[in-house]
């Protein structure tokens, strides 16, 4: 930016006297002068030399002051030049049209060298301040640019990930008004394999894009687990760690989850910060199910509690969700739509099919020209006549490609008795079934058990009858450090092998010994005190069938799952 010494000063005026006179004030200033004998001659200096201020006679030869000034003010365009008039007229009506032709202020003759380096000084810096003011506008519109550009491909990311699962069905409605470009509200639904319908509403703290941020990664985990049959408790908890492990304090996701079931006509829902479902009846009752949880990550996973309500639809019945940007709508006056008005769309209701739209109407009716002051959200869900109306193909597709039937052999050897178990490893394989997730205590039980049994009494040849009493207990854990540090020999081998089926899967479990094995028939006696034989009769409450084959070192336990256990 140029300091005062390097200003450039434009000396337009046809006397050469009063020329000279301006000339020389302005250059003992320090000032650069360039000069023009008319207003012609001074729109081409200006247009060469681009000069910071004009001094214009406004009575000249050729061009007048007044058409000169309009000329030079569309050269200069956006940019401030300030023209100072210099005149003899004291008129009104001449200062007047001074002005108008594009003017900032006056000069008097005769002049006084004091004003004018006053006024070069002072409109100076109003043509520094203005031209600082236009780059500051040029790097706003710049940065604005690449920020509309960077927002537009947020955007697409943003709806590509959150909207993927939107199904194209009747029995399904929502409306999502955002209060910015990014919505902080949500909803993802999709069908599982078995073709239950799972749809999650949920309500981000704030508003725009930071609210908007945590969507992401909440979408994609439902549509990734949806999708692999997990179930709803396993899909609401991995949500809950991951915003709770990347969302900042104070922000999280106030949601209802919901589960539909076609085939028993059955709704589970999780609800945990956002106001109360409601189900409306096809008899016209309406039933209320209220939160009771904690929004998605504010717990930890081991405080965080995904057990939901269980609820019998009838074909025909309604479940609706909102947002709390339903009940705070507010009014040109400031009031909120709240619960009761809501409540009396209800009442007032006489076709069914027409309340989502009554409700969205009266909302917007209430709203009028009022500014929103939350993101607008509200779902609709009709338990449908039919499970197949629901059914996306995609996610039959994929259901049909992921593996249906398995099995793995395992085997473990003399050195690895000691110091190696193998619960966790086969745990971790059979956690990978989404079906088996929720059964991971009772398959821990079983295998646990089996594996244990296979060990201590076939391996080890122990005999339980030594834990009669507390000192033979003692006896029974020493003999059995001292065998699986002495063994040389032996395996147990644990096979499991899986089946999936449209309503769930059956887990067979082998478990063979390299023992000698036992009496088959001694399992039909009374076990009394014998521990193996309650051991054998707590596995054979917790799994369908238990079956011992000769002789007595390999057992077959069948277990059967359902998608809706």
Not at 176 to 184: D, E, I, M, T
């Amino acid at each position: 930016m140029k300091d005062d010494r390097a200003i450039t000063v434009l000396v337009a005026d046809d006397t050469d006297t009063d020329r000279l006179i301006l000339e020389t004030i302005v250059r003992k200033e320090g000032h650069t002068v360039v000069s023009a004998r008319d207003g012609l001659e001074a729109i081409e200096q200006f247009d060469r030399a681009r000069p910071d201020i004009v001094l214009l006679d406004a009575l000249m030869p050729n061009m007048d002051g007044f058409e000169a000034a309009r000329r030079i003010k569309a050269l200069a365009g956006e940019e401030l030049v300030p023209i100072i008039f210099l005149t003899s007229l004291t008129d009104t009506e001449s200062l007047v049209k001074c002005l108008e032709a594009g003017g900032d202020d006056f000069l008097s003759k005769p002049y006084n060298r004091v004003i004018l380096k006053a006024k070069i000084k002072a409109f100076y810096r109003m043509r520094t301040m203005n031209r600082t003011m236009l780059e500051q506008r040029d790097q706003i519109a710049l940065h604005n640019e690449h920020f509309l550009q960077e927002q537009t491909v947020a955007k697409q990311v943003f709806d590509n990930i959150t909207s993927g699962g939107h199904l194209n069905t009747n029995n399904l409605r929502y409306f999502l008004s955002p209060l910015a470009v990014f919505n902080g509200d949500v909803m993802v639904a999709s069908t599982t394999p078995a073709g239950n319908l799972m749809v999650l509403l949920g309500d981000f703290t704030g508003h725009g894009l930071p609210a908007a941020i945590g969507a992401m990664p909440l979408a994609t985990t439902f549509y990734g687990m949806v999708s692999k049959g997990f179930s709803m408790t396993d899909i609401l908890a991995e949500i809950n760690g991951k915003l709770k492990s990347i969302l900042p304090v104070g922000l999280f996701c106030c949601a209802t989850m919901v589960d539909m079931n076609f085939r028993k006509n059955t709704v589970r829902i999780w609800t945990g910060g956002l106001p109360a479902a409601y189900i409306y009846r096809a008899g016209g009752e309406i039933e209320q199910v209220k939160s009771t949880h904690l929004p998605l990550g504010v717990l930890s996973n081991k405080d965080f509690k995904a057990d939901p309500a269980l609820l019998h639809l009838d074909e025909g019945d309604r479940l609706y969700l909102w947002s709390d940007g339903i009940h705070e709508a507010r009014n040109t006056a400031g009031e909120m739509f709240g619960e009761e008005r809501l409540l009396g769309v209800f009442a007032r209701n006489t076709e069914r099919e027409q309340l989502f739209d009554e409700v969205l109407s009266q909302v917007k009716a209430f709203v009028g020209r009022g500014e929103k002051s939350d993101d607008l959200s509200l779902i609709e869900l009709v338990m449908a006549p039919s499970p197949l109306d629901y059914v996306d193909k995609s996610v039959q597709a994929r259901a049909q490609s992921q593996l249906a039937e398995w099995s793995l052999a395992f085997e473990v050897k003399p050195s690895s008795f000691a110091i190696f178990d193998p619960l966790p490893l086969l745990l971790s394989v059979l956690l990978e079934v989404p079906g088996l997730r929720n059964h991971s205590g009772t398959l821990y039980t079983v295998i646990s058990e089996l594996y244990t049994n296979a060990l201590e009494h076939g391996v080890l040849g122990l005999d339980s009858n030594l834990k009669n009493n507390p000192d033979g207990f003692d006896r029974y854990y020493e003999l059995r450090k001292e065998r699986t540090g002495q063994i040389t020999e032996g395996y147990i081998r644990i096979t499991l092998a899986h089946q999936t089926f449209a309503e769930g899967g059956c887990l067979n479990i082998i478990v063979e010994d390299s023992g000698a094995g036992f009496d088959i028939s001694s399992l039909k006696s009374d076990g009394g005190n014998d521990y193996s034989g309650r051991g054998l009769k707590l596995v054979e409450t917790l799994c369908d069938t238990l079956e011992y084959r000769e002789p007595g070192n390999c057992v077959l336990a069948t277990y059967r799952w359902h998608c809706d256990d």
